[in-house]
């Protein structure tokens, strides 16, 4: 009995570890999901069923002029909120895309950490393409860093200088590699490329809040008078992990499943493997949570095994080209398929 109970105790804590240290669930039930989703299932059901011969090819990204980007930014150092190191990426950005052909906003705000003595400013970055259209779709990702490496076993590592090269950087560089062919793809919507500030502005884990940037993006959206409807937004975590794998996060699948299977169809018909046709074990809370419950449908494409997360040894050395590829492959055919 000891040793059953002993067990039993085990597989106890082993189950509690594994609750406390996932990231929550970010629905409070399935009913709140379900709503949700049946709010949205029209918007992308006749995207599915669209024939697969339409003449829609991907765009010539480079994911090797994505991975020098990716390093560009890491050049800079830590990207916190509100630091030195945010700013000098701000003005690459801007810079950047409006070379381009973007058109970019700064969205300010002010935020209050729960730990912090003083709220921060912080800013989304939005970039558009075909500004004057009203159907859009969302491309987008954090581009703050955490302030604390807190995934390292040693916590005098923690507030050594945290480049977080995939995990914060790998969205940004790809958007940025993305910028060069967006134009020149045949698209019939509007397109917003939309960087959220304070993603994990954590300065005290155990309290500390998340997702500053997309939860003020989502409010100004859900309560302002905007002009334009957002038909989906797919956002980008953790990309460019060398082998990196996508499974479908269940948060995704629930919150906005037609949108889901959408994006995996294509990267299906492209062979594209890194896209796995199973649900993710990692329920996962990210910035498309938010904008889900603003009515805007929301998927996240993630790679949770990645092993530097949250640690000093996620730099641009751990990072490759071939991920990005295959995802913009897969995302620039699903972009010029919605009507
Ligand atoms: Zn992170």
């Known amino acids: 009995m000891l040793r059953l109970s002993s067990i039993l105790l085990l597989a106890a804590g082993l189950i509690m570890a594994a609750w406390f240290f996932s990231p929550r669930p970010s629905v409070s039930n399935h009913l709140e999901a379900q709503e949700i989703q049946a709010a949205q299932r029209e918007e992308f059901a006749q995207d599915r069923n669209l024939p697969k011969a339409q003449n829609v090819s991907p765009a ?51 935020a209050n950490q729960k730990s912090a003595k003083q709220p921060i400013e912080m800013a989304n970055t939005i970039v558009s393409y075909w500004p004057e259209r009203t159907r859009r779709v969302i491309f987008c990702a954090h581009y703050d860093t955490r302030p604390l490496a807190d995934q390292e076993e040693d916590p005098r590592k923690w507030r050594e200088p945290f480049l ?25 919507v509007g ?32 309560n302002g008078r905007p002009k334009h409807k957002y038909l ?16 479908r996060d269940p948060n995704s699948v629930m919150m906005a499943g037609p949108l889901v299977d959408s994006v995996w169809k294509v990267a299906s018909e492209l062979k594209c493997n890194a896209f796995v046709h199973r649900d993710g074990t990692v329920v996962v809370d990210d910035d498309h949570v938010p904008l889900n419950r603003a009515g805007i449908p929301a998927i996240d494409i993630i790679d949770f095994s990645y092993k530097h997360w949250h640690k000093l040894s996620d730099t641009p050395a751990n990072c490759a080209a071939e991920p990005m590829d295959e995802v913009a492959k897969v995302l620039t055919v699903w972009v010029q398929r919605v009507k």
Not at 62 to 89: F, H, N, V, W
Not at 174 to 183: G, N, P, Q, V, Y
Not at 233 to 238: G, I, P, Q, S, W
């Open 60 to 110: 010539a990204f480079d994911g090797e002029r994505a991975m020098k980007y990716l390093k560009e930014i890491c050049e800079i150092g830590p990207r916190t909120s509100g630091s030195e190191g945010m700013k000098t990426q701000q003005a690459l950005m801007k810079k950047h895309f409006e070379a381009q052909g973007g058109k970019v906003d700064f969205q300010k705000f002010k």
């Open 191 to 222: 397109v917003d490329f939309v960087f959220f500030d304070g993603e994990e502005y954590i300065l005290e884990p155990s309290t500390d809040k998340y997702f500053f940037g997309s939860e003020h993006f989502a409010s100004v959206y859900k």
């Open 232 to 247: 989906g937004a797919v956002l980008l975590d953790m990309i460019a992990g060398k082998g990196a794998r996508f499974p």
């Open 164 to 188: 977080s090269a995939n995990d914060g950087g790998s969205g940004v560089a790809f958007l940025m590699e993305l910028a060069h062919h967006i134009k020149d793809l045949n698209i019939n």
